[in-house]
């Protein structure tokens, strides 16, 4: 299958900073690319999703401006957690699929670790 | 996009087939079924899709009931490496509406393959 790549894979930031994650598809041109969230021992939540172009749509209750999406090439998506606080430690994962047709396969990254000190 | 509804968790003996149900009873025609895995602190791993007929690729095969309102993925020879929560998802196949093309994960069924 195609290959999503996330980086880092893990990081530790300290309360009231932002960072950055970079999530890239290797082999195939991401048309829609796909935010999720999960928390220990909880489902994967959807929180925003990103056309090459466009601005990001987000799903209900995640702040757009806390959570910045950017996706400005068909391989590069970034998700900024802006003025990060220990509730927002969780998994971070992204998600690709070539295409925008909804049958399409949807590939997914490693996943980044997120903990606020 | 349907609701579906799994069991939380399955055991299953390494080298025997694990049949994981799925429930769908309010799957649309213009849904697809789909299944994912997810390996503890990994990223989710697509094994299948299908619409109506059974499908089978080099890691499982997916049985459709003919109404659609169940499905069953079967791991063939399950190993130590099959552990792991197993998602079942429908997912609309057409554009409209605010739905479009979302995957949405429920609970996951928690696979456990021993020795």
């Known amino acids: 299958g195609a290959v999503v790549s996330q980086h880092p894979s893990w990081v530790i930031c300290k309360s009231g900073t932002s960072v950055k994650i970079e999530c890239r598809s290797l082999?195939?041109?991401?048309?829609?690319m796909f935010w999720y969230r999960q928390f220990p021992k909880q489902s994967l939540m959807l929180m925003a999703t990103?056309?090459?172009?466009?601005?990001?749509?987000?799903e209900q209750g995640v702040e757009k401006d806390k959570f910045l999406i950017n996706h400005a090439s068909l391989t590069l998506s970034t998700l900024t957690v802006t003025s990060a606080h220990p509730e927002d430690s969780s998994f971070y994962i992204c998600?690709?699929?070539?295409?925008?047709?909804?049958?399409?396969?949807?590939?997914f990254g490693p996943g980044t670790r997120l903990t606020v000190l | 996009d349907a609701k579906t509804t799994q069991p939380p968790s399955m055991d299953c003996a390494e080298g025997r087939a694990a049949n994981l149900p799925c429930n769908h009873s309010t799957i649309s025609g213009n849904e697809y079924v789909y299944w994912y895995r997810q390996i503890h602190s990994q990223g989710p791993q697509y094994i299948i899709h299908g619409l109506k007929n059974n499908e089978t690729n080099e890691m499982a095969s997916l049985i459709i009931t003919e109404d659609r309102k169940s499905s069953t993925l079967i791991l063939p020879h399950a190993t130590l490496r099959d552990t792991a929560v197993y998602y079942c998802i429908v997912r609309v196949a057409n554009a409209g509406g605010t739905s479009y093309g979302k995957l949405t994960f429920g609970q996951g069924t928690i696979l456990t393959v021993h020795p």
């Open positions: 990103s056309n090459e172009g466009s601005k990001a749509t987000y």
């Open positions: 082999d195939f041109q991401a048309t829609t």
């Open positions: 998600s690709a699929r070539e295409g925008r047709q909804p049958r399409n396969e949807q590939f």
